[in-house]
């Protein structure tokens, strides 16, 4: 079970992690909920549910590269230029969207980190790792954040495709992007793994 998620009877996931694992991933996850930002809903949201539905968020697109691949247009074919009809489907889309996206993946990052606080490796078998264990929305919720964080290191490596990643993965140790790469390939491997315990079993 070490280093890979297997899956559990009756549905989610279970993984052995580490001290350091937890600790890397408890920082990423942090990172990712900083640059996602607060929850900037309505203050009267919790009386009147429909005022968080009908808010209305931002029209553009974030200027951040790495936000801008969390929340993408959803009008236009990636990286090239919009006509100005896409243009303005794609603001009106995102005016109603993004709040409930944001809120997600928040919603998804602070359960990752939850789940972790509550991990102690001292307490695992032999003293050296703790076993995670997920439920299948717990699994929902860490494969939501895993991806979020591979697309937002792919942003800061500017990673197009996966094609780059393997050339990344050979650059010479003393090279400063190369704890970012391993970051990344590392968590592409959880994240592989975790897929295949959502299969059919």
Do not use: C
């Amino acid at each position: 079970m070490s280093g890979h998620f297997e899956p559990l009877a009756g549905g989610g996931a279970a993984i052995a992690l580490d001290e350091i694992e937890i600790s890397i991933l408890r920082n990423l996850t942090v990172q990712l909920l900083e640059l996602i930002g607060p929850d900037d809903g309505p203050a009267d949201a919790e009386e009147d549910p429909l005022a968080r539905l009908f808010a209305e968020g931002p029209s553009e697109p974030p200027a951040d590269p790495a936000l801008a691949r969390l929340f993408p247009d959803a009008y236009g074919t990636p990286g090239a230029e919009q006509d100005e009809q896409a243009r303005a489907y794609a603001a009106e889309f995102r005016r109603y969207t993004e709040n409930d996206l944001r809120a997600r993946k928040r919603d998804d990052g602070l359960a990752v980190v939850r789940s972790l606080d509550g991990l102690s490796p001292a307490d695992g078998p032999g003293g050296g790792a703790a076993v995670l264990r997920l439920s299948p929305e717990g699994s929902r919720q860490w494969l939501g954040t895993l991806n979020d964080l591979r697309l937002t290191i792919a942003a800061r490596l500017e990673i197009a495709d996966e094609d780059e990643g393997d050339a990344l993965f050979r650059l010479p140790d003393d090279d400063p992007r190369k704890p970012m790469v391993m970051a990344y390939l590392w968590l592409g491997g959880l994240q592989e793994t975790l897929i295949e315990t959502l299969g059919p079993r």
